[in-house]
């Protein structure tokens, strides 16, 4: 099963927020095969946004935190389709723009899951289904990742 993974769990993971959700975020990162994660461009992106912006973080740091995300996990590039259906997904579904993109390269990706707190919970569209990593109790498809091994 494809997991794409939305900004704020990469976010997180760099300790911007509270220390529940990034320790949630680490232990996803880590017991998550690498194989199967996607991470959209655009997220990287925003995250270099964040880092810098709120986090205030200089360049060249952030920089190396979002290549060392590229470096570890597939990265899935925004395409002109994905936007024809992010713009389709805010038509009929009401999303965000570049929420919607994010979900439509999921989507393009054959991703199962898009993990993300901004989106609605169990939000499933063009079949990826949208799971926030930080309610309880964790969604049946999150479980056995946060089984001990």
Known sequence: MRIA???DILAYAEGIGDSDRQRVSLELVRMLPPSLVVIPAQC???LFRVLTGKARQDAAPAR???LGWADAYETADSTWTALQSAMDAVTGHGLQIWDAL???VAAEQRCRLLLSEDMQHE???RGVTVL???R???HHLLQSVFLPK
């Open 123 to 125: 939000f499933t569209w």
């Open 102 to 104: 994010i979900l439509a």
């Open 5 to 7: 993974l939305d900004t």
């Open 64 to 66: 190396e935190a979002v």
């Open 136 to 138: 309880d109790p964790k």
């Open 132 to 134: 926030n990593p930080y």
């Open 44 to 46: 990287l992106g925003e």
